[in-house]
């Protein structure tokens, strides 16, 4: 069986990720700078305004910037937070980004997986009747003991969420939902189905659609299978256009 590279192996998630990482780095880095400028803005020798001889004395030491003083750690201290705000703004636009990433590689890899996923809901199905069948075969041997004028002490195997008589058991409603599946994923990979408008505009026309937008207009409950002829062709509206074979009818 072939194992499934996970989406933090995708080269494009990777250098997302690490990007998220420098930017949220960047954003720690100027936190600790902003709490260092507010620890020096809190001892209350500092002067106001730099004085001439600081200034002077800058100068002649080659200093790019007097002594520290009020106004030029605030200067310092408004820089700081000015670009705090930008890294939040980019750490969340690159959280965005990664969730578009994932977005665009999990169509990509539900795509790829569509038919085998098909195969094992058939196997699901299979299963279903199989299970039916034995609970029949079951529910027989212990009538035919009572039909034959014995008393049965055989336990029986039935459950109330597993009757497959009853429309609202658990079982049946979830058989039924596997079988809608199939039936919508068929109808989906047709290329042209006619179908008879429930709503809308076209009400009570019956149309030749193509089957991604014929399944998701049964699934909505907007049209119904029809083998009368089409009284006209149409294009995918809006609604369905562009969209995928899995989001036309929810699979």
Not at 16 to 24: I, N, P
Not at 50 to 75: C, H, I, W, Y
């Amino acid at each position: 069986m072939n194992i499934m590279k996970t989406i933090f192996q995708n080269p494009g998630h990777i250098a997302a990720t690490k990007l998220l990482g420098q930017l949220s780095q960047a954003h720690a880095d100027a936190s600790a700078q902003e709490t260092a400028l507010l620890v020096k803005l809190s001892d209350q020798t500092l002067q106001e305004k730099p004085s001439a001889l600081s200034l002077a004395k800058s100068f002649m030491t080659g200093q790019t910037a007097p002594a520290e003083d009020v106004a030029t750690l605030n200067r310092e201290l408004a820089t700081i937070r000015s670009k705090k705000a930008v890294l939040l703004q980019a750490i969340d636009e690159q959280r965005h980004a990664i969730k578009a990433v994932v977005s665009s590689q999990s169509a990509i890899v539900n795509a790829e997986a569509k038919q085998s996923h098909i195969d094992r809901v058939e196997g699901i199905q299979t299963e279903l009747k199989a299970l039916h069948k034995a609970q029949q075969a079951e529910h027989q041997l212990r009538a035919e003991i009572e039909a034959a004028g014995f008393t049965c002490s055989l336990e029986a195997m039935t459950d109330y969420e597993m009757n497959f008589t009853d429309t609202e058991s658990a079982v049946t409603r979830f058989a039924k939902r596997v079988s809608e599946y199939l039936v919508f994923n068929e109808i989906a990979s047709a290329k042209s189905v006619n179908v008879r408008m429930l709503s809308g505009a076209d009400v009570g026309d019956v149309l030749s659609v193509a089957g991604a937008e014929a399944a998701a207009r049964l699934r909505a409950g907007h049209a119904e299978l029809t083998k009368d002829k089409a009284t006209r062709t149409t294009r995918p509206d809006g609604a369905v256009r562009g969209q995928s074979l899995a989001t036309a009818f929810g699979a």
